[in-house]
């Protein structure tokens, strides 16, 4: 499956945006969905994961009900909606997608296959 990240870009502080990963080849919902962040010199960041029937979604511990995590398998397309936008947000935003039928994957390890990232940026 081939992933695409958009919907990055330049935000003030407590704005929104909302990210897309649009998905092309294998049978997308046959696959869970996560989001990682990453800023330069740190590791790659958990943000939030759906699972492949969307029945189940997990998020990082920072996010505290700031972003939510949908997808639309019609579309073959995932979502992050993030509101409360904070200057500690701004990182390249990568989606990533795996055909387990885990709940919980907090670790970039376990997928399996990633998107080109979209970057946001948070301004104070």
């Known amino acids: 499956v081939q992933l695409q990240a958009s919907g990055g870009g330049l935000v003030q502080a407590g704005g929104s945006l909302r990210l897309s990963c649009a998905a092309s080849g294998r049978t997308f919902s046959s696959y869970a969905v996560g989001w990682f962040r990453q800023v330069p010199g740190k590791e790659r960041e958990f943000v939030a994961r759906?699972?492949?029937?969307?029945?189940?979604?997990y998020y990082g511990d920072f996010v505290q009900g700031r972003f939510t995590i949908s997808r639309d398998n019609a579309k073959n397309t995932v979502y992050l909606q993030m509101n409360s936008l904070k200057p500690e947000d701004t990182a390249v935003y990568y989606c990533a997608a795996d055909s387990s039928r885990t709940g919980f994957a907090g670790s970039s390890d376990f997928y399996e296959y990633w998107g080109q990232g979209t970057l946001v940026t948070v301004s104070s």
């Open positions: 759906i699972t492949w029937g969307g029945d189940r979604v």
